[in-house]
Each structure stands twice: as C-alpha cells, then as structure tokens.
C-alpha cells in the first residue's frame, strides 16, 4: 500500500460491462483507487508496466493471452504486485494453475462488496485470500502427510506460525493467537518465506498444506 495510504488498483476483464461495474464499484470504496483498466492479459501486462499498481484484479478466461499468462508474467516482472482472481470459474486444476502462476488471491464473481473490498486490502498487505469454496477445493485435493514432516528447515516456532498461516490466519491474527507482537509474527514469516523458498503467502499456504498443516484453526 502507498504512503498516502491508497491501494491503486488495475482491473482486468474482457467483458466491458463487468469492468464497467467493477471500476463503479471501487469508486465507492475509501482508500482504493482504480488507475488501470485492461480486456486481456497482453494489456494487463502493460497497464503493471505503466501504472504500477499494488493490486491487479484479474479474470482468468479471456482471448488472447489468459489470465494466468499474464498472472505469471507479473508475477516474474512485478513481484512486488499482487494479484487477485476474480473470476466465474472454481474448476480445480484453473485454480491450481492460478496460484502456481503467482496468485494472492482467489474470488468467485457474486462476491459480495465487502468480501472484495477485504480481499484487496489483505493481498495488498501480503496475504493471501481465498472464497470459502475455492479453500474447500485446496483443501480437499492435498494428500494428508504428517504435519511438518516435510518442513524439517523450520524451528518449532516457525512451524506454528507457518501451520497457521495455512490455516488462513493473517498477521494480526497469529499475533493475537499466540500472544506475541506483530512485528515478531512479520519476522517469522520473512524467515519461513526465505527457508521454504517462497516469495508469496499463498506459495507458502500451497507448500504448508502439502506438507500437511493448517487444518486445525
């Protein structure tokens, strides 16, 4: 998020009136600003290069180089953007390609206001985000292994912390549930991206559930 404390946001969708209604929407939202508008992922692309955003609102079936293309690309190019799926489509292996391509976030079209509204704001702070049913989906097709048995790199510390990021818990929310200050949390998670090798929160939930945790909350 900038300094001023506004989320510049860029939407991308090849149906004019849907991004018609997206960029009316986000108007109504304090602290969000749309500074890009883009009807395939070639243009997405362009419109990151050019305006820079913090946050890419992305559908993920359009002609022309598709959502995830352009997912990855701005992922490799612009790390430091996240982006988040919008999109009518739960099919498993679309989201699974959507966040193997570098997506923070993951929303079904029909979501309400506020549920967007939220979905912004957390991937623009690093998180990742997901509808109800597309983590039921996640959940639902990893193979259950031993907790943690695959993440031996970790500290017994890191490993709570990483168990609960899976379990979807932000910052805020593991400070608060182990009883340590924010800041420490952040900590924890720069040190568990660096060992797991990951460079986002939803890489890091996607690496935590295959080795088994986050499914106790």
């Known amino acids: 998020m900038a300094g001023d404390g506004v989320t510049r946001v860029v939407l991308v969708d090849d149906h004019p009136v849907v991004l018609a209604g997206l960029a009316a929407l986000f108007e109504t939202l304090p602290g969000i600003e749309v500074v890009g508008r883009a009807d395939d992922g070639e243009a997405a692309v362009r419109e990151v290069a050019l305006r820079r955003p913090h946050v890419v609102v992305m559908d993920l079936r359009m002609a022309g180089t598709d959502g995830v293309a352009a997912t990855r690309r701005i992922a490799q190019d612009y790390p430091e953007v996240a982006v988040l799926v919008l999109t009518m489509f739960d099919e498993d292996a679309l989201i699974a390609d959507a966040l193997a391509a570098g997506a923070r976030g993951y929303l079904l079209k029909g979501a309400q206001q506020e549920e967007i509204e ?25 193979a259950p292994t031993p907790a943690g048995s695959s993440l031996p790199q970790l500290t017994a510390r890191e490993l709570e912390v990483t168990d609960l990021i899976a379990a979807g818990l932000s910052n805020s929310a593991i400070a608060e549930r182990l009883g340590v200050a924010p800041k420490t949390v952040g900590n924890h998670v720069s040190a568990i991206f660096l060992k797991l090798g990951v460079a986002t929160r939803a890489e890091a939930i996607v690496t935590a559930r295959d080795a088994g945790l986050g499914r106790r909350t």
């Open 118 to 142: 939220r979905a912004i704001r957390a991937v623009a702070a690093g998180e990742a985000i997901f509808s109800s049913s597309v983590a039921s989906r996640v959940l639902r097709h990893i």
